[in-house]
Structures are given as structure tokens and as C-alpha cells.
């Protein structure tokens, strides 16, 4: 671990960003270039004494999960945040098999939506990064990990995700996520898409009587009903953007026209992280 060249690293890539780069409102001229560190540590949910520490040479060895943090935090490229696991001393994430780096693009446009749920999901539905309505909504998702951080493996084994959708959406979007899982595993062709499916063939007689049917749909735009359980029914126009790569999707959900979906978003964004807690999607 090199210790020194990370903390200058750090504070390097700290100061070459402003508020507006990482969606924060300004705050009118700083003494300071870039973020200040409580930014950063906010953005990147550590604490600000330790992110201070890691930018004065004086913490101890962060680990993988906190340098994923930091590189979203500091919208790091791919090839910034191979150095940054370097001079950590741990051994950069394998780009064949790793898709939870955000692109910075991706991030960008996240950043600056504020009046709508969006979130970036991998092709495989699991969700790497949320704006605080897609939180109200869905709950915080980023937190999952392994199978269950899927959308796809929870729905065929979790009656407490399906609980959050009208009845009647359930065969459509259990033929809608079959579908999509479908064409992403043939495409991926990796041992992580194909673990899913040998894991879910194996717990959902559904999924896997669904799976037989060979059917292929990549979802790109759709209608979806949200129960929630603080605000009643939320009905959203869904666009799907896909990265260049094809491995991330940038969801966005707009409130359908002629239903009190924009108000109850409104509403959901006043109850603030009370909503995030209770709701889980």
C-alpha cells in the first residue's frame, strides 16, 4: 500500500470536481478548489474522519468495498480505479467479470435527476446506484448482495417483493423477467448469469416452467404499478438507456399521464428516508 501516492491521488481527483459534477447545488464561491472532503464522504457513505485520515496519510488500509465507494464518489474511470485498488493494495476488480463500476456518464445523468426515480442496474437486474426518489420508492437496493441483490431472483423467492405490485401484474412481470434474463445470459455468457438461472431453476417451479418456454424480450420501455405502502398506487412510463458495453441500464421512471402518480411522488419525497426504511421493491 503506497500510501503517500494515495492520499495525493485522492486529493487530486477531490479537488478537479465541483458541486455540479456530482449533482450537490452550489454554495456559492469556496475558499477551497473541488469537493470538500465531507462531500466526498457523504457521496460515498464513510465517515468524514476517515476519508480525512486516507488524504492525510495517516488511515489504515480502506478495503475493496470502501475504494467502490470512493470511485463512484470521485466519478472514477475504469482505469483511475485500477490505480486507485493499486496504490491500496488490493488487486483491481477483473473487468471480464466485475460490472458494478458506474460509468461516470451514467453517474452524470443520475446526478441531475432529481424529480423522478432512476436508478443503474447491471443487465442482470441488480441495482448498483439509486437517486433518493428511486430509494423512496423501491427501497435502498444497493445494499443487497450475491442472487438477492437481483430484481429477477427476488421475485421468484421473496413473496415480500411481489407483495409490492397490484395482483394482477404478476404473470406479466414474471414473463417480462424470464424474458429479459433470457436474452442477458446468452449475451453475457459468463458464469455469474449462469449461476442465476441454475439458482433460480432450482427454487421457483415458475421460473423454471417460465425458462422452458425459451422466450426473449429485452426490456427497454414499459408501464409499471408500484403498491407502496405509504403513498397507494404509483404508475410509471419506464425508459430503459443502456451503456456502451450493454452491462448497465440507467432506469428511469416517469410518472405516467392522467394519474395522481407526480403528486405522490411529491408526497413520497416530503416523508424523506422514512419511506426508504418501508418500502423494499
Known amino acids: 500500500m503506497d500510501t503517500k501516492q494515495l492520499a495525493d491521488f485522492l486529493r487530486a481527483r477531490r479537488e478537479a470536481l465541483g458541486a455540479g459534477d456530482v449533482g450537490l447545488p452550489g454554495t456559492g464561491r469556496r475558499r477551497t478548489p473541488g469537493l470538500r472532503r465531507e462531500e466526498v464522504a457523504r457521496l460515498a457513505d464513510i ?42 493494495g488490493h488487486r483491481p476488480p477483473d473487468r471480464r467479470r466485475s460490472d458494478d463500476h458506474v460509468a461516470p456518464s451514467l453517474l452524470g445523468v443520475l446526478d441531475r435527476l432529481s424529480d423522478v426515480p432512476a436508478q443503474v442496474m447491471t443487465d442482470l437486474g441488480a441495482t448498483l446506484v439509486q437517486n433518493d426518489l428511486a430509494r423512496a420508492v423501491f427501497g435502498d437496493l444497493t445494499r443487497l448482495r450475491g442472487a438477492a441483490g437481483t430484481m429477477v431472483y427476488r421475485w421468484f423467492t421473496d413473496p415480500r417483493t411481489r407483495a409490492g405490485y397490484p395482483v394482477q401484474d404478476h404473470a406479466t412481470e414474471s414473463r417480462a423477467l424470464v424474458a429479459d434474463l433470457r436474452a442477458a445470459t446468452v449475451r453475457r455468457d459468463d458464469a455469474q448469469a449462469k449461476d442465476l438461472v441454475k439458482r433460480l431453476l432450482r427454487a421457483s417451479p415458475e421460473f423454471e416452467a417460465l425458462w422452458r418456454l425459451h422466450s426473449v424480450g429485452v426490456m427497454r420501455s414499459r ?8 403513498v397507494g398506487l404509483l404508475e410509471f412510463d419506464c425508459q430503459m438507456l443502456v451503456d456502451e458495453e450493454r452491462t448497465q441500464i440507467l432506469a428511469l421512471f416517469s410518472p405516467a399521464a392522467g394519474t395522481p402518480t407526480a403528486e405522490r411522488l411529491t408526497l413520497l419525497g416530503s416523508l424523506g428516508p422514512l419511506a426508504a426504511q418501508r418500502s423494499s421493491r
Not at 476517515?50 to 465507494?69: H, K, M, N
Not at 408501464?223 to 405509504?230: G, N
Open 47 to 88: 465517515s468524514t474522519d476517515y476519508y480525512t485520515r486516507l488524504e492525510q496519510d495517516r488511515a489504515p488500509q480502506p478495503s475493496p468495498g470502501v475504494l467502490r465507494a470512493i470511485t463512484r464518489a470521485l466519478r472514477l474511470t475504469l482505469d483511475e480505479r485500477d490505480h486507485l485498488f493499486r496504490l491500496a
Open 223 to 230: 408501464r409499471k404499478r408500484i403498491q407502496h405502502p405509504e
